[in-house]
């Protein structure tokens, strides 16, 4: 038996509008260790109220960054999967794809994935903590540096534990989710509200739901039309090839 049913090839190639959510399970792929994985060595001696909440960076900016920076540099050293490279590959196929991820790694996007929700932020992006503004650049080697426009504090463009999501992302995400006709559920992603809502959404917009995950019973398999038990990246890069070819 073919680990990729003809059925979902099928649904990819006529859909109009297509979501993929992505979290934590295509990251692991990649080989990014999540929180709990890099909460090791130097770093074990602290809880993670002292690294990763905005109370923590208030009491302790210095450590709170240098934490991120380590967690960004080992993303900037660890290069896309084949999920990530075959949603990019899909885009070729299909322009109109959103991806909307957990992931903070930005592997989306290095991959070549230009429709890219980050609804947890990525830490290569930086931002300002008292005014939000963006910063890709600074002068002083300051840690954590300061905001060129308002002088406060740099911090990673990541939701620490505590904070709420981005609200104009999380619209946006919700509106590609409403617009779409297929939507796909990719490897292990947390069921916490309200990205556990979006198969339900996509139900009521009346598109087809496929999950290709080992995860059994969560939301996104529960509410699928199709369920592929396998990584995504072992049906990805199958998916993405057979449709360039029949597009050929």
């Given at each position: 038996m ?16 297509i ?5 934590g ?10 929180f709990?994985?890099?909460?090791t060595?130097?770093?074990?001696r602290?809880d ?14 210095r ?11 080992v993303?900037?050293q660890?290069h ?6 075959a949603?990019?590959a ?16 930005g ?49 990673p ?5 505590g904070?709420?999501?981005a609200?104009t992302d999380?619209?946006?995400a919700?509106a590609?989710v ?15 509200e ?9 139900r009521?917009?009346r598109a ?20 592929i038990?396998?990584a995504?990246?072992e ?9 360039l070819?029949q597009?050929?």
């Open positions: 073919s680990l990729l049913p003809d059925s979902v090839i099928t649904l990819v190639r006529q859909a109009h509008q979501v993929a959510l992505t979290g399970g295509v990251a692991s792929e990649a080989k990014f260790p999540s709990r994985e890099s909460h060595g130097e770093w074990a602290y993670v109220s002292e690294l990763a909440t905005p109370q923590a960076f208030q009491r302790n900016p450590l709170v960054w240098e934490w991120y920076a380590h967690r960004r540099r993303a900037e660890i896309p999967g084949p999920t990530h490279q949603l990019a899909l885009e070729r196929f299909n322009p109109n794809i959103t991806i909307v991820t957990q992931a903070i790694d592997l989306h996007t290095r991959a070549g994935s230009t429709q890219v929700i980050e609804l947890n932020g990525s830490l290569l992006q930086t931002r300002c903590f008292e005014a939000g503004h963006i910063v890709n650049t600074w002068e002083h080697d300051d840690i954590p540096p300061r905001c060129p426009h308002c002088g406060s504090f740099l911090r463009d990541v939701v620490m534990f904070e709420g999501l609200q999380l619209r946006r919700r590609a409403d617009a779409c006709d297929l939507f796909l559920a990719l490897g292990t992603i947390a069921t916490i309200p990205v556990s809502s979006f198969p339900i959404a996509a009521k917009a087809h739901v496929v999950a290709i995950t080992h995860e059994e019973d969560s939301i996104y398999t529960v509410l699928a039309d199709e369920i038990s396998a995504p990246g049906v990805l890069p199958i998916l993405a090839l057979a449709l070819n597009s050929r």
